[in-house]
T-cell receptor
Framework: GDSVTQMEGPVTLSEEAFLTINCTYT??????LFWYVQYPGEGLQLLLK?????DKGSNKGFEATYRKETTSFHLEKGSVQVSDSAVYFC???????????FGTGTRLTIIP | DVKVTQSSRYLVKRTGEKVFLECVQD?????MFWYRQDPGLGLRLIYF???????EKGDIPEGYSVSREKKERFSLILESASTNQTSMYLC???????????FGSGTRLTVV
């Protein structure tokens, strides 16, 4: 079945550091890929998405590129801020049925 | 501001009780979903619905049922609550051909 594997957390970085959160997947066909973010005390919000190979999703300074050859969708940001502290979830939809499979989440803490 | 509203933020129930978790969306979305979120396990799909009076089992439906009598409302029912159902429950909705889910803020349920 479909699955998403994220790097283990928690991740702690200093402000303005470079961020990478790894995400790899197993799925049938050609899935759509997503990153969601959950700020403390809130529900999840869509951060970015990519629907086909080599697409790059971007939002709020975050980027992720759909790599079919490595089945990966790593999240990156060049300079993180304290306000980026949250839990980040990678997810996929492999059958176009609008039903998402999520990874376990990666907790990110940015210290000033 | 469009939203998904979950009726309770925190809930404490006794073992064996019948528990209702309510979710209402105001975006006229066709699709609605119930997930539970547990540390280290990410989000797991319990039930979902693509239309009124329609429901389908997700990955972990045991011990749960759902009701969708109106398009905007999707209720999750714990028939006889057990301590292993202590969790954060997240409701989400999306439109067909969606641009991502919209999540509620979650209900943290404790079964004692």
């Amino acid at each position: 079945g479909d699955s998403v594997t994220q790097m283990e957390g928690p991740v702690t970085l200093s402000e303005e550091a470079f961020l990478t959160i790894n995400c790899t997947y197993t799925a049938t066909g050609y899935p759509s890929l997503f990153w969601y973010v959950q700020y403390p005390g809130e529900g999840l919000q869509l951060l970015l998405k990519a629907t086909k190979a080599d697409d790059k999703g971007s939002n709020k300074g975050f980027e992720a590129t759909y790599r079919k050859e490595t089945t990966s969708f790593h999240l990156e940001k060049g300079s993180v801020q304290v306000s980026d502290s949250a839990v980040y979830f990678c997810a996929l939809d492999s059958r176009g049925n609008e039903k998402l499979t999520f990874g376990t989440g990666t907790r990110l803490t940015i210290i000033p | 501001d469009v939203k998904v509203t979950q009726s309770s933020r925190y809930l404490v129930k006794r073992t064996g009780e019948k528990v209702f978790l309510e979710c209402v969306q105001d975006m006229d979305h066709e699709n609605m979903f119930w997930y539970r979120q547990d540390p280290g396990l990410g989000l797991r799909l319990i039930y979902f619905s693509y239309d009124v009076k329609m429901k389908e089992k997700g990955d972990i439906p045991e011990g749960y049922s759902v009701s969708r009598e109106k398009k905007e409302r999707f209720s999750l029912i714990l028939e006889s609550a057990s301590t292993n159902q202590t969790s954060m429950y997240l409701c989400a909705s999306s439109s067909r051909g969606y641009e991502g889910y919209t999540f509620g803020s979650g209900t943290r349920l404790t079964v004692v």
